[in-house]
């Protein structure tokens, strides 16, 4: 089998045909559907981009991996989609990012390079095109193409209306891949990482004009200021994550989203039609998810952070060959973590004994098996003190500042690092604006997340015991 990993920056699960949205045009996505199964309740454990990323590609919890930032380092111990491609007998090759910072323990001193930013590759990948956070390799491109275009990734993503398609940042990578694809020999493994939809929310080309703002939908809108936690007080006041405060403002941020989301479905349809045209369609497993959602202006907030579904509930797509069941939807509660055991079990390796996911093989089969009730995530917002607080001192300070999520069909349920927590009544209005009070269903909704913690509790090596005799999961660690 060839395997194709492709991950696209902040994509909510709504955003695309297949998912259910009436008008943004997503045939590359949609086909995987049909040729596949789409996980329909499929969610990122924790955001922005470094968290999510590790519980993508770690398969654990945030409260196992404590990635907690973008900054905060990648514990090097921990087996990855990488590691486990070589141990599939691949060379996994990366083109785009992997936000994943070096693990300091590593390095030979303070004057290493690699601890000036998070943007670092993931260990166990070799490197067909790395594209850092400055996207400095594609801004050269353009250069060179006769573009006047600043360095740096903002300014150049925010001037992508002004030029044509074919020079956009997905197209850019996506040429890269395809140059690399042409030269390989059968199982290969690449894990294609796009940036778009991500913000700014600029789309290339005629991309831009592809929706029209009047025809897009308005967002869920905040309740009042009353009745906000001080936490969503903060972010819908700070500019950052703010949503655009007017309805042309909103609209044409969401038709940007939408223009950016079809972009980057035609560079997929390129790259598909480039696997296809090779005869290796049919042997090639294709995974398509995301590090976290994008609010897209729901509860008055932009970007992604705080406890809201729309920053986690995110696009699921597996399309494996081998498995009949072509165009099925599951609605279990699926997770990013689910993602790594479930390709091991396709590759035919161990799955390591870190990973805090279930193979999702049942589901895929269409098997009733027993399966989680809730699906989880968590958010940190330490980053924002960490320069000026040290987590060593005694009153540890550092952790008043977290969360974590639990979502089930009628609550959801947010408990906060300081005691306190909320708890919304989906069954009766799944917008996440009328709070639950049935005690006896809240106590139900904390029972469950205290459950959920204490069975993921890191397990390195605890299920292993010394002895002449190897039991359990020892094979795994080989």
């Given at each position: 089998?060839?395997?194709?990993?492709?991950?696209?920056?902040?994509?909510?699960?709504?955003?695309?045909?297949?998912?259910?949205?009436?008008?943004?045009?997503?045939?590359?996505?949609?086909?995987?559907?049909?040729?596949?199964?789409?996980?329909?309740?499929?969610?990122?454990?924790?955001?922005?981009?470094?968290?999510?990323?590790?519980?993508?590609?770690?398969?654990?919890?945030?409260m196992?991996?404590?990635?907690?930032?973008?900054?905060?380092?990648?514990?090097?111990?921990?087996?990855?989609?990488?590691?486990v491609?070589?141990?599939?007998?691949?060379?996994p090759?990366?083109?785009?990012?992997?936000?994943?910072g070096?693990?300091?323990?590593?390095?030979?001193?303070?004057?290493?390079?690699?601890?000036?930013?998070?943007?670092?590759?993931?260990?166990?990948?070799?490197?067909?095109?790395?594209?850092?956070?400055?996207?400095?390799?594609?801004?050269?491109?353009?250069?060179?193409?006769?573009?006047?275009?600043?360095?740096?990734?903002q300014h150049?993503?925010?001037s992508?209306?002004?030029?044509?398609?074919?020079?956009?940042?997905?197209?850019?990578?996506?040429?890269?891949?395809?140059?690399?694809?042409?030269?390989?020999?059968?199982?290969?493994?690449?894990?294609?990482?796009?940036?778009?939809?991500?913000?700014?929310?600029?789309?290339?080309?005629?991309?831009?004009?592809?929706?029209?703002?009047?025809?897009?939908?308005?967002?869920?809108?905040?309740?009042?200021?009353?009745?906000?936690?001080?936490?969503?007080?903060?972010?819908?006041?700070?500019?950052?994550?703010?949503?655009?405060?007017?309805?042309?403002?909103?609209?044409?941020?969401?038709a940007?989203?939408?223009?950016?989301i079809?972009?980057?479905?035609?560079?997929?349809?390129?790259?598909?039609?480039?696997?296809?045209?090779?005869?290796?369609?049919?042997?090639?497993?294709?995974?398509?998810?995301?590090?976290?959602?994008?609010?897209?202006?729901?509860?008055?907030?932009?970007?992604?952070?705080?406890?809201?579904?729309?920053?986690?509930?995110?696009?699921?797509?597996?399309?494996?060959?081998?498995?009949?069941?072509?165009?099925?939807?599951?609605?279990?509660?699926?997770?990013?973590?689910?993602?790594?055991?479930?390709?091991?079990?396709?590759?035919?390796?161990?799955?390591?004994?870190?990973?805090?996911g279930?193979?999702?093989?049942?589901?895929?089969?269409?098997?009733?098996?027993?399966?989680?009730?809730?699906?989880?995530?968590?958010?940190?917002?330490?980053?924002?003190?960490?320069?000026?607080?040290?987590?060593?001192?005694?009153?540890?300070?550092?952790?008043?500042?977290?969360?974590?999520?639990?979502?089930?069909?009628?609550?959801?349920?947010?408990?906060?690092?300081?005691?306190?927590?909320?708890?919304?009544?989906?069954?009766?209005?799944?917008?996440?604006?009328?709070?639950?009070?049935?005690?006896?269903?809240?106590?139900?909704?904390?029972?469950?997340?205290?459950?959920?913690?204490?069975?993921?509790?890191?397990?390195?090596?605890?299920?292993?015991?010394?002895?002449?005799?190897?039991?359990?999961?020892?094979?795994?660690?080989?």
């Amino acid at each position: 089998m060839n395997v194709l990993f492709i991950t696209l920056d902040q994509f909510r699960s709504d955003s695309f045909a297949a998912g259910g949205h009436p008008f943004v045009q997503t045939p590359a996505l949609d086909r995987l559907a049909r040729e596949g199964v789409r996980l329909g309740s499929h969610y990122s454990q924790a955001a922005p981009c470094s968290p999510g990323r590790a519980a993508l590609y770690t398969g654990t919890y945030q409260m196992n991996n404590r990635v907690v930032s973008n900054g905060t380092p990648h514990p090097a111990h921990f087996e990855n989609v990488a590691t486990v491609a070589r141990r599939a007998g691949y060379d996994p090759t990366l083109f785009g990012y992997t936000d994943q910072g070096v693990d300091p323990r590593l390095v030979s001193g303070l004057d290493d390079p690699r601890l000036d930013d998070y943007d670092g590759i993931l260990p166990g990948f070799s490197v067909g095109c790395y594209l850092p956070n400055s996207q400095a390799p594609w801004v050269h491109w353009l250069r060179s193409l006769g573009h006047d275009v600043q360095m740096g990734w903002q300014h150049a993503l925010a001037s992508e209306p002004e030029r044509d398609a074919h020079l956009s940042l997905s197209a850019f990578l996506a040429d890269r891949f395809i140059d690399w694809h042409a030269k390989q020999d059968s199982e290969w493994f690449a894990h294609l990482s796009f940036l778009r939809p991500h913000p700014p929310y600029a789309a290339a080309g005629t991309f831009s004009t592809m929706y029209d703002p009047a025809d897009v939908s308005m967002p869920i809108s905040a309740v009042e200021p009353a009745q906000r936690h001080s936490l969503h007080e903060i972010f819908i006041n700070f500019e950052a994550s703010a949503a655009p405060t007017t309805e042309a403002g909103l609209r044409t941020m969401r038709a940007q989203y939408y223009g950016m989301i079809s972009e980057v479905d035609a560079q997929l349809a390129r790259v598909f039609e480039a696997i296809d045209q090779r005869g290796e369609w049919d042997n090639t497993l294709i995974v398509v998810t995301s590090d976290h959602g994008e609010q897209l202006g729901d509860h008055g907030l932009k970007e992604k952070e705080g406890f809201f579904p729309q920053s986690y509930h995110i696009v699921g797509l597996w399309r494996d060959p081998r498995r009949p069941r072509a165009g099925t939807v599951v609605e279990r509660y699926t997770e990013n973590v689910d993602l790594l055991p479930t390709l091991c079990e396709a590759l035919g390796v161990d799955v390591p004994a870190s990973c805090d996911g279930r193979t999702l093989g049942a589901l895929l089969d269409g098997e009733d098996v027993e399966w989680r009730n809730a699906a989880h995530y968590e958010w940190d917002l330490r980053f924002a003190f960490i320069p000026y607080v040290s987590s060593l001192s005694g009153d540890r300070p550092l952790e008043n500042y977290n969360l974590a999520v639990s979502v089930q069909r009628d609550t959801a349920y947010v408990q906060f690092s300081d005691g306190t927590y909320l708890c919304f009544d989906t069954a009766l209005d799944p917008t996440w604006r009328t709070a639950c009070t049935d005690d006896a269903r809240i106590f139900e909704a904390a029972r469950e997340m205290l459950v959920w913690r204490q069975q993921h509790m890191n397990r390195d090596l605890t299920d292993l015991l010394l002895t002449k005799k190897r039991p359990g999961r020892w094979p795994a660690l080989v």
